[in-house]
């Protein structure tokens, strides 16, 4: 038979190159790993720019919109006033001029009863009437109509074809219709911000990459930082669409020749990818894994005879005085024998190691017997006050997610296994009869049961963790509104009844209700489905706010309540203010096409310290109330 020296050196030689081989496969799938990461990475960044951006210009056109068309009307009512003031200044062109430039607008048009052009800055158009073209039609409505005020959408005029924004309106008198005409700088530079090749130009593109943006429908590239490809199809470049609609995590494609990774998304109908050539994002891959093979190898064959000298010089020659020992602790026969032929010295070791296993054997029948006796996932261990070894189950490495190292320490000393139990029962679960949380990372769950009789120490460990989940996702789905994913009545009481019951913790807080106007204005004139996407719009705003430190709930029909807590006092303040701007300012839009004004009414209680919460939401509720008469008041005064 061969020494056991010879047998460990042979076998050392061949680990040593399969841990070469194998340490050389998982670092360099590392490697790439960790290379799409960082792509990934700086993808979602520039994805996130890009949405901010264009949400932030989208805001920007709309208000800009708004200011005109209200810019427009306002300077059609002051020249009207002026000219029915003035009636000479109708028949003077000059006058008009002068009258344009001081209210800072561009053209100035009179019609008569009838509806034509008699007087205004620009006696090239006179004559015209409303019926003179598909843009001077929209006002015709007002011969039929003398209390019409009317404002058109950004438009080609009839007469030039540029871009003008129209308002007209009667003079009070009713004998001639004031029309004036704006040339949208602003507005026109707006809309321009809003197209990607424009958003592309602001972006901070990295170097190393290229964006292309791809209009969902015609599958063209709308915007791209390779401005020759702007305009080409997809696939001119090397991009399938099969892949866009297919693959979430990123993919490997050849684009314009060259090898490429690419990660995109989805932004207001158009697709997205960032597209980053192999050769730069793998660039440092071959050389890093040339100086790995080389580390592996000294280090390896450093290794390799440092374990076979030890071997030789501590196993070999130790191994007979371990085959003493080992039958002076052993008892009995056993039931199955090791044959070990290997070597002399490890076969002589093999008889007195199954003469020890049968020791343990009967020390194990106990556990043996309850693992017989239940299907459950279970794991048992036993220990004794006046030995430092621990024995348990194969289960409870699992269950508690040990490694080699975990399980040498705690089954070597008893004293460190019972603390490791005591920091688990440091962390009961609420509502839940002996579980225990040993993993916040991951939400694992146990139930430790133990006998304890003449100084040993018998116990049971269950992984719970399914049935707590699935007790949990229960509550959850009761607390949850189906429609707007806030928190229902239920939900709202039970967490507000977790947070007061440590008052101290929540600092300055504010409870506020909102209450969604119109909802049964909008049901009986669009119907219940718009209604419901209305109260998802009420839902949408509120969670503008931020999430941290927030309940958000709909505590009824048309009834919500945000409540806010450890926040500083300005900043809850800051937060009634952005609901007061929502509430004068901003539209819902019901579908693609119909928009709505958001309506509701709020209240809001801010304080810190002792309160009840019932209460505060009684008195929200009431100045709720205040707020909603008050905002009837004015819309039902009449405007001067």
């Known amino acids: 038979m061969r020494t056991l020296g010879r047998i460990i050196s042979r076998y050392m030689q061949i680990i040593t190159l399969i841990l070469v081989f194998v340490l050389l496969i998982i670092f360099g799938g590392m490697e790439i790993t960790r290379a799409q990461g960082n792509a990934y990475e700086n993808a979602a960044g520039a994805f996130q720019q890009l949405a901010q951006t264009l949400e932030r210009n989208k805001m920007e056109l709309q208000e800009i919109g708004l200011e005109y068309n209200e810019t427009c009307i306002h300077n059609a009512e002051a020249i009207a006033y002026m000219l029915q003031n003035n009636p000479a200044a109708r028949e003077s062109t000059e006058e008009l001029k002068r009258i344009a430039e001081l209210m800072e607008v561009d053209e100035i048009h009179i019609f008569d009863e009838s509806g034509r052009i008699f007087a205004g800055t620009h006696p090239e158009y006179f004559d015209y009437t409303f019926d003179s073209g598909e843009q001077m039609q929209f006002f015709k409505p007002m011969l039929e109509d003398k209390s019409l005020k009317l404002v058109q959408e950004v438009t080609p005029n009839t007469a030039e074809g540029k871009m003008m924004q129209y308002s007209a309106l009667w003079s009070k008198d009713g004998h001639f219709i004031v029309q004036v005409g704006m040339a949208p700088v602003r507005l026109m530079k707006a809309t321009e911000k809003n197209e990607l090749s424009y958003i592309f130009s602001l972006l901070r593109i990295d170097l190393e990459a290229d964006y292309y943006a791809i209009d969902s429908g015609s599958r063209k590239i709308a915007g791209s930082t390779d401005l020759e490809s702007v305009g080409k199809d997809m696939e001119e470049i090397g991009l399938d669409f099969a892949y866009i609609r297919g693959v979430r995590d990123g993919f490997h494609v050849r684009i314009n020749g060259v090898d490429s990774f690419c990660v995109y998304t989805q932004i207001e109908g158009n697709y997205i990818v960032r597209v980053i050539p192999c050769r730069t994002l793998y660039g440092r891959l071959p050389a890093n894994m040339i100086f790995l093979v080389i580390c592996l190898i000294v280090i390896a064959i450093f290794l390799s005879y440092a374990v076979i000298w030890c071997m030789n010089h501590y196993v070999v020659e130790g191994i007979r005085g371990v085959n003493e020992k080992l039958r002076m602790i052993a008892a009995g026969n056993l039931e199955e024998k090791i044959n070990i032929q290997s070597s002399v010295e490890l076969s002589e070791l093999g008889s007195y190691i199954n003469e020890m296993i049968c020791s343990l ?78 993993s916040e990372a991951c939400e694992r769950y146990v139930k430790l049961e133990e006998v304890h009789e003449n100084n040993e120490t018998f116990g049971v460990v269950i992984d719970v963790t399914e049935d707590v989940a699935k007790r949990r996702e229960i509550e959850v789905e009761r607390d949850i509104d189906p429609l707007t994913g806030l928190y229902n009545r239920r939900g709202l009481n039970t967490r507000l009844e977790r947070l007061f019951d440590e008052k101290e913790k929540l600092g ?37 706010f931020e999430p941290k430190n927030s309940v958000a709930a709909r505590q009824g029909g048309d009834e919500f309540v945000l409540f806010r807590y450890q926040y500083e006092q300005d900043e809850l303040t800051e937060a009634v203010r952005m609901l007061e701007f929502i509430q004068k300012h901003c539209l819902a839009y019901l579908d693609e096409e119909l928009r709505v004004k958001l309506e509701f009414s709020f209240g809001y209680v801010m304080t810190q310290g002792e309160a009840d919460y019932r209460e505060l939401l009684k008195q929200a509720d009431e100045r709720m109330y205040e707020n909603k008469r008050e905002r009837k008041i004015l819309q039902e005064k009449p405007q001067k």
């Open 361 to 438: 054997l009967a020390n194990n029948r106990k556990m043996s017997y309850v693992l017989s006796k239940t299907n459950m996932y279970i794991g048992v261990y036993e220990y004794s006050e006046h030995t430092p070894r621990v024995r348990f189950t194969e289960h409870i490495p699992r269950i508690f997610s040990l490694d080699e190292e975990a399980v040498r320490r705690l089954t070597g000393d008893s004293r460190k296994f019972r603390e490791f139990l005591e920091q688990i029962r440091n962390h009961p679960v609420q509502g839940e009869n002996g579980v225990f949380q040993f």
């Open 508 to 544: 300055y807080y504010a409870m506020i209700m909102i209450d969604a106007d119109g909802l049964k204005r909008i049901n009986d004139t669009y119907g219940h489905d718009k209604g419901d996407v209305y109260l998802c719009r009420i839902a949408d705003t509120i969670n503008t």
